[in-house]
């Protein structure tokens, strides 16, 4: 989604926006004054309270599919069209329009807000010398792969954080299921980058749920001897739906704990992989590391991390972008 003060404005990177986006993000969506929308669906994972979503917002939406425009957010100006093409007919309007180097100086309070909010604001967790964050594994392992992993990710708490700390500055290396919520996607998306890709390091960010529901693609893996990389970010629980539960209902856990799981590292092992384990915060590099250097089998890493870490910021449901919970 692009930011500013009229239509063709230039894309203005924030973010993840929505529910689980920085603080940055959804300040900025809830006080601009133009919101461009490209092939967005408006979910309510993005929007929060549809009533209070970028209440001050011209809302731009192009869509090649004229049933998803105004369906859940209702837009200003609707444009039907291939992307690409609409894409290249703004950005000649904005080529061509006079007054742009004007216009841009007219703006720079509002991008110096945007700054502060992007300052003040950090996405951030507190770390623990004695457990594993799981926000500390993602950032090791942007560190050790240079950030230039092709990433898959499963579908739940593993899947924001992945968003939210490892730094994709590239195209298609960020395969996720999205909002569709299904769980299982992340190491058969792996495997189909790995052979893609086969010079690539491919890594798939795991919950210890998650893993579980396509675990048998592992005798594919090794099969034809893909080396991708999995880290389950094990807390022992359904950490998304957990989450919702300490939040909203006192943490009455039901049917959240996963208290019953393979042994990871011997289950990798009886496919012919390479398993690995780090319970404590300095085995995380030695682990990602020993990873990085097989090169002909898939190896699966059990990070043992805190068990009741949450994702921040949060929109709890019904509420509005700027009522975030924060750290």
């Not at 869509?63 to 291939?82: A, E, H, Q, R």
């Not at 061509?96 to 991008?111: D, F, M, Q, V």
Request: charged fraction near 25%; hydrophobic fraction near 40%.
């Amino acid at each position: 989604m692009g930011l500013g003060g009229f239509p063709g404005t230039h894309p203005l990177f924030l973010g993840m926006l929505g529910m689980h986006g920085t603080y940055c993000a959804n300040m900025a969506v809830t006080n601009t004054d133009c919101l461009i929308a490209i092939g967005a669906r408006f979910d309510d994972r993005v929007t929060g309270k549809i009533d209070e979503f970028a209440p001050y917002a011209k809302i731009i939406h192009v869509d090649i599919d004229p049933t998803s425009i105004s369906k859940n957010v209702k837009v200003d100006i609707p444009i039907v069209g291939d992307v690409k093409l609409v894409l290249k007919d703004m950005l000649k309007h904005i080529d061509e329009t006079k007054g742009l180097k004007a216009y841009k100086e007219s703006i720079n309070e509002w991008h110096g807000q945007i700054k502060n909010w992007a300052e003040t604001h950090r996405l951030s967790y507190k770390y623990d010398d004695k457990k594993i964050k799981p926000q500390h594994v993602i950032e090791r392992i942007f560190e050790l792969t240079k950030g230039k992993a092709i990433i898959t990710t499963e579908v739940g708490q593993n899947q924001m954080w992945a968003a939210q700390f490892y730094k994709f500055d590239k195209p298609r290396t960020f395969l996720t299921s999205g909002g569709l919520g299904t769980m299982g996607f992340g190491f058969p998306a792996a495997i189909g980058a790995q052979v893609a890709f086969p010079d690539k390091i491919v890594i798939d960010i795991a919950g210890d749920g998650s893993i579980q529901m396509n675990i048998q693609e592992m005798a594919t893996a090794v099969q034809y001897k893909l080396p991708v990389k999995v880290a389950i970010l094990n807390n022992k629980f359904l950490g998304m739906v957990r989450q919702w539960q300490e939040f909203f209902y006192e943490k009455r856990y039901s049917h959240t704990c996963i208290s019953v799981a393979p042994d990871f590292v011997r289950l990798a092992e009886a496919y012919g992989a390479v398993g690995l384990r780090a319970t404590k915060p300095e085995e995380v590099d030695p682990v990602i590391k020993e990873a990085l250097t097989v090169k002909s089998k898939p190896v699966l890493m059990d990070f043992v991390v805190d068990p009741e870490e949450d994702v921040y910021p949060m929109v709890p449901a019904g509420q509005p972008l700027n009522k975030m919970l924060l750290v």
